[in-house]
C-alpha cells in the first residue's frame, strides 16, 4: 500500500514510514489520525485488555447467571471490554499498516500491545528530540 492509500474500512488515510528522515511527520500523521479514530490513548498508555480466552470466560459466566440484574450488568462489562479489545487491536492493525514489510517481525514481537509497538517504532527511528 502506498503513502496515499486508504484503509478502505474507515476511508483513513494510511502513512507509510519508509525512513527516519520522515519519521517526525510520520508521528505526527499517524497520532493525528490515532486522535481522530480515538486509538491516540491506546498509542501513549498501557491499557490492559482482556484476552479473548478471558472474554469467552466473562460470556461464560454472564450465561450462566441466574439473577437478572446481575447478568444485565455482566453484559455491560462485558461488551465494554469487548470494545477496549476491538479498538487495542484496531490501533495495532494501523501500526502494523503504516510500517514497512521489513519492520512487521519487530512488530510481532510485542504481541498486539499498540503501546509496545508505537514504543519500539519510535525507538527505532526516532531520535531523543522527537520523543516529546
Excluded at 510520520?26 to 498508555?45: E, N, R
Excluded at 470466560?57 to 476491538?86: A, F, P, Q, S
Aim: hydrophobic fraction near 30%; proline fraction near 1%.
Amino acid at each position: 500500500m502506498s503513502s496515499d492509500g486508504y484503509d478502505s474500512d474507515n476511508n483513513a488515510k494510511i502513512y507509510k514510514l519508509k525512513s527516519r528522515r520522515g519519521f517526525t511527520t510520520w508521528k505526527q500523521k499517524i497520532m493525528s489520525v490515532a486522535s481522530t479514530k480515538g486509538y491516540d490513548h491506546y498509542l501513549t498508555t498501557n491499557v490492559t485488555i482482556k484476552t479473548q480466552s478471558e472474554l469467552d470466560d466473562k460470556e461464560t459466566e454472564m450465561i450462566n447467571e441466574v439473577d437478572d440484574d446481575l447478568r444485565r450488568v455482566k453484559k455491560g462489562e462485558l461488551n465494554k471490554y469487548k470494545r477496549e479489545r476491538k479498538r487495542s487491536l484496531a490501533a495495532a492493525e494501523m501500526l502494523k499498516t503504516s510500517v514497512r514489510s521489513k519492520d512487521l517481525k519487530m512488530l510481532a514481537k510485542c504481541k498486539l500491545n499498540p503501546k509496545l509497538m508505537f514504543d519500539v517504532i519510535c525507538k527505532k527511528y526516532g531520535s531523543e528530540e522527537d520523543e516529546d
